[in-house]
Nanobody, 115 residues
């Protein structure tokens, strides 16, 4: 069983930056894919970044050029660097790890961007 814990959220002004961190209790070396999602109350959870085991990354147009996903295998960590933040980026951000056919989710970390 893999435990996933996010951190790094907070309140930031528009145009600012935050780096979110996702700590996995086990090794992420065998992770097939890692993703960050965000969710606003009452709305569908949306994917904002993904990285596959070969290092390939993808982003939706809404965050492309502003968000960067990365990993640090030695520390079992996944990061999401968020720059040029906008009020529309306000949400709970969740880390998702795909290991084999199983998905593991954290509880999320709140990001609030003020205008």
């Amino acid at each position: 069983q893999v435990q996933v814990v996010e951190s790094g959220g907070g309140l930031v002004q528009a145009g600012g930056s935050l780096r979110l961190a996702c700590a996995a209790s086990g090794s992420i070396f065998s992770v097939n894919a890692m993703r960050w999602y965000r969710q606003v109350p009452g709305r569908q959870r949306k994917w904002v970044a993904e990285m596959f085991s070969d290092g390939t990354t993808h982003y939706p147009d809404s965050v492309k050029g502003r968000f960067t996903i990365s990993r640090e295998n030695a520390k079992n960590m996944v990061y999401l660097q968020m720059n040029s933040l906008k009020p529309d980026d306000t949400a709970v951000y969740l880390c998702n790890l795909l290991i084999g056919s199983r998905q593991y989710w954290g509880q999320g970390t709140q990001v609030t961007v003020s205008s």
